[in-house]
């Protein structure tokens, strides 16, 4: 099946620096991707929908020059958190969707594939 | 506004015995998808099993079914034979079929599943 990876798995920085984290889909091209938060024991929270060669949409309540998404390619999301603080410390998951270029409807065909996370700890 | 609902925060099962999951969702859509995931201790997240909301069949993975009750709004999960690996966090999680959802899933709370030996 579809092969979604995450670079890096964990990282550990200070308050004051940015991190940016990698979202690959290797096996096949992802024109969405999606960028989700999440808290020990809770729900995935939906961050951000990244597509390519566009400006990424963002949920309410993310702001946006906090987490700077960019979809440079038909393969690659990345995420950096800009000047992070503690609180900023979460699980954070990517998700690809196999859909056609541009659909903008679901079809029976598609399937969504998620990353392996990275957790992040800011000091 | 899609709104999924899970309101078993945890559960346990022995070993080989069966355990359903429950989940209520709310929508105004005609044409949308469900699913259940699970999240391993891993935290790597998997896709169970999904249902097309056209379709009255109930869908089944090998010892994994739904009952999908449209008019009710419900979408539970049954798991047969429960194994050691079954245990982790269960997401039901619902797509809008058609619009400019661009594929947004809405998830549940989640439920905490714990396979006893």
């Known amino acids: 099946g579809a092969v979604v990876s995450q670079h890096p798995s964990w990282v550990i920085c200070k308050s004051g620096t940015s991190v940016k984290i990698e979202c690959r889909s290797l096996?096949?091209?992802?024109?969405?991707m999606f960028w989700y938060r999440q808290f020990p024991k809770q729900s995935l929270m939906l961050m951000a929908t990244?597509?390519?060669?566009?400006?990424?949409?963002?949920e309410q309540g993310v702001e946006k020059d906090k987490f700077l998404i960019n979809h440079a390619s038909l393969t690659l999301s990345t995420l950096t958190v800009t000047s992070a603080h503690p609180e900023d410390s979460s699980f954070y998951i990517c998700?690809?969707?196999?859909?056609?270029?541009?659909?903008?409807?679901?079809?029976?065909?598609?399937?969504?594939?998620f990353g392996p996370g990275t957790r992040l700890l800011v000091l | 506004a899609q709104t999924v609902t899970q309101s078993q925060p945890e559960m346990s099962v022995q070993e080989a015995e069966t355990v359903t999951l429950s989940c209520t969702y709310d929508?105004?859509?005609?044409?949308?998808?469900l699913f259940w995931y699970k999240q391993p201790p891993s935290r790597q997240m998997i896709l169970v099993i999904r249902?097309?909301?056209?379709?009255?069949q109930n869908a089944t993975e090998n010892r994994f079914s739904v009952n999908f009750q449209k008019a009710a709004k419900s979408f539970s999960l049954k798991i047969s034979d429960s194994q050691l690996g079954d245990t982790a966090m269960y997401f039901c999680?619902?797509?809008?079929?058609?619009?400019?959802?661009?594929?947004?899933?809405?998830f549940g709370q989640g439920t905490i599943l714990t396979v006893h030996p």
């Open positions: 998700s690809a969707r196999t859909g056609a270029w541009l659909e903008r409807e679901w079809s029976p065909q598609e399937t969504q594939y």
């Open positions: 096996d096949f091209q992802a024109t969405t």
């Open positions: 990244s597509n390519e060669g566009s400006k990424a949409t963002y």
């Open positions: 929508t105004s859509e005609s044409n949308y998808y």
């Open positions: 249902q097309e909301a056209y379709k009255q």
């Open positions: 999680a619902f797509i809008r079929a058609g619009g400019t959802s661009y594929g947004k899933l809405t």
